[in-house]
């Protein structure tokens, strides 16, 4: 089935650095890929939307300059996480889906990134 | 976007059916009933989808209402890995999916 790869898993970064999260479609094309933060014991929260070839859509109240995010292929997009401070700790989690033009199609979800900021 | 409701945590026996409610009486026309699975420290995981009529897969079965109003996840024999949060999402077409708080599965040995 279609496989949703999120690199790295984890990482450790200190206070007011930038941290970049890739997620890649292994075996099928993503002209949109969506980005998700989780905290815990809380939901998923949809940061935006990435489109390939084209500029972002944020949701509400999600800084764009903040969380840069570039949709470089139609297999890859990455999400920075710059000048990062405590409270940007959290789960990050991509999603895409393999068939874009099929009605309904579902979403298959990367493992998620562990974000941990000291 | 409709909204869903679920309970907020069930318990089940392992090797034992479970049937996860899910109410959705705004549901439109159009809107496909999805549910997926999150296990801990993972990215949710699809379960199935429907419209109307019941549907059955390797992981689950649906059963939706005939109104459309509720549905109802059920997994067969539930295993210890059956542990995790379900999410009941409406959805039209290829919009974004917006989860919700979910039903949080403990399965009992």
């Known amino acids: 089935g279609a496989v949703v790869s999120q690199h790295p898993s984890w990482v450790i970064c200190k206070s007011g650095t930038s941290v970049k999260i890739e997620c890649r479609s292994l075996d099928f094309q993503a002209t949109t890929m969506f980005w998700y933060r989780q905290f815990p014991k809380q939901s998923l929260m949809l940061m935006a939307t990435?489109?390939?070839?084209?500029?972002?859509?944020?949701e509400q109240g999600v800084e764009k300059d903040k969380f840069l995010i570039n949709h470089a292929s139609l297999t890859l997009s990455t999400l920075t996480v710059t000048s990062a401070h405590p409270e940007d700790s959290s789960f990050y989690i991509c999603?895409?889906?393999?068939?874009?033009?099929?009605?309904?199609?579902?979403?298959?979800f990367g493992n998620g990134t562990r974000l941990t900021v000291t | 976007d409709a909204k869903t409701t679920q309970p907020n945590s069930m318990e089940s026996n392992e090797e034992e059916p479970v049937h996860l409610p899910c109410n959705h009486s705004t549901i439109s026309g159009t809107d496909y009933i999805h549910w997926y699975r999150q296990l801990p420290s993972q990215g949710p995981e699809y379960v199935i989808h429907?419209?109307?009529s019941n549907v059955n897969n390797r992981m689950a079965s649906l059963a939706i209402a005939e109104d459309r109003k509720s549905s109802t996840l059920i997994l067969h024999r539930a295993t210890l890995r059956d542990a995790a949060v379900y999410y009941c999402i409406l959805i039209f077409g290829n919009e974004k999916l917006t989860f919700g708080t979910g039903t949080r599965l403990t399965i009992i040995p």
């Open positions: 990435s489109n390939e070839g084209s500029k972002a859509t944020y």
């Open positions: 429907g419209l109307t």
């Open positions: 999603s895409a889906r393999d068939r874009p033009s099929s009605y309904n199609s579902p979403l298959h």
